[in-house]
């Protein structure tokens, strides 16, 4: 399987116990949706399939997996820190109104008063907000998604405007 045939679902945070069960955290909102019958782990830039022996899927974000042939502690090791994909024909349907921030990804950026910002690389959940990532003057740059910021999403054209703070990108570009 390759990256373009999957979806990111979350990755393994700790082992847990002697026996090889591992703690996973989802980054995937709906994971209480997934079926959980083989899953990806990246393993060095190639998707390595893990046969899901069982799963304990908890309230936080979190689940508890046994693999079939990982038995040990010793075998969970490789895996800490590893992301976790799916097939995206298992990917949960979902209304067409539905609309995630993590759908800006591929988004070209455009601030109001500074033009241009590049296209959206990466758009990541921290615990109070979303965080764009785009390339902007040979620089990676972060910034929030927020309401407060984002002026328009253009669905059709692929264009997020924003109105983002004076001096917020200073930050990055100030050497």
């Known amino acids: 399987m390759k990256h373009e045939e999957a979806f990111y679902i979350g990755y393994v945070t700790k082992t847990r116990g002697l026996k090889g069960e591992v703690q996973v955290f989802f980054e995937f909102d709906e994971y209480e949706q997934l079926e959980f019958d083989v899953v990806f782990a990246d393993m060095n830039g190639k998707l390595v399939p893990y046969f899901v022996a069982s799963a304990k899927l908890q309230a936080n974000k979190t689940g508890y997996f046994n693999f079939d042939d990982v038995d040990h502690i010793d075998k969970a090791q490789p895996l800490l820190k590893k992301k976790l994909y799916l097939p995206i024909a298992q990917m949960p349907e979902r209304d067409e109104s539905e609309f995630f921030y993590t759908d800006l990804k591929g988004f070209t950026a455009v601030d109001e008063s500074l033009g241009e910002l590049g296209e959206i690389l990466e758009v990541n959940e921290y ?8 390339h902007y003057q040979e620089t990676e740059i972060l910034f ?22 004076d001096g917020l ?7």
């Open 127 to 134: 615990p109070q907000q979303f965080v764009a990532t785009v």
């Open 144 to 165: 929030p998604l927020n309401e407060d910021f984002i002026v328009e999403i253009d669905d059709e054209e692929k264009i997020l405007t924003l109105n983002l703070p």
């Open 169 to 175: 990108l200073d930050i990055y570009l100030e050497k």
